[in-house]
Structures are given as structure tokens and as C-alpha cells.
């Protein structure tokens, strides 16, 4: 399995980006995607989920409203539009696959990783 991140870039506080993970490697048909996040000095966290079937969502708290994960089955791509940045969303955005056993929010939930995209908002 491959993952692959882009999109990331220097926004300003207020704007919005949109990140793509390009999936490759199987078919993730009863697998969950996911975006994690590492800030500065900060443990990697779960910013959002979707299972590929069905689509079915999860956000955490600090994003809820703001940002929107969502899938392109066909092209096997994986995308997290942001809005409405702030400052503390400024980190590395990782891409994460994983089966569905354990809790969606968890690392250890999550076999393959990519490389991460670097997201920087200025205040």
C-alpha cells in the first residue's frame, strides 16, 4: 500500500486548502481512511475518518465545521478541504489506511501512513 500527500502550502489565517492522498497498492473496499496531524512539538492527532464504503464520517472536535474529509472511489484518491484556518491548524498532515478493527481516532488503528504535506497558517 502507498499513500501519497499534496496539497499543503502557506495559507493565511482565514483561508483554506484542500489536501489530496492518492491510494495505491489493493483494494480498500472495508478499509477506513483517515488524516492525522503533528503540530510542533505535538503528538500526532486525528483530525478526520471515512470509511471507504460507505463513506460514513468522523471528525474531531477542534475541525468540526471547518474541514471535510470525503473519498473518490473510482480514482482512489482521498481528499481533506479546510477551511476557515487558524494558526493551530499549522502542522504535517499525514495520510493514514487502516482495516476497521479499532477505534477510527487511534494511530494504532492505522497499518500504512504517507509521507505527510506540510500546512502552515499565518496569523
Not at 470525503?70 to 477551511?83: E, N
Request: glycine share 12%.
Amino acid at each position: 500500500v502507498q499513500l501519497v500527500e499534496s496539497g499543503g502550502g502557506l495559507v493565511q489565517a482565514g483561508g483554506s486548502l484542500t489536501l489530496s492522498c492518492a491510494a495505491s497498492g489493493r483494494t480498500f473496499t472495508n478499509w477506513r481512511m483517515a488524516w492525522f496531524r503533528q503540530g510542533p512539538a505535538k503528538e500526532r492527532e486525528f483530525v478526520a475518518s471515512i470509511t471507504w464504503n460507505a463513506a460514513t464520517t468522523y471528525y474531531a472536535e477542534s475541525v468540526q465545521g471547518r474541514f471535510t474529509i470525503s473519498r473518490d472511489h473510482g480514482r482512489s484518491l482521498v481528499y481533506l478541504q479546510m477551511i476557515g484556518l487558524k494558526p493551530e491548524d499549522t502542522a504535517v498532515y499525514y495520510c493514514a489506511a487502516g482495516n476497521m478493527r479499532g477505534s477510527n481516532t487511534q494511530r494504532a488503528s492505522y497499518g500504512y501512513w504517507g509521507q505527510g504535506t506540510q500546512v502552515t497558517v499565518s496569523s
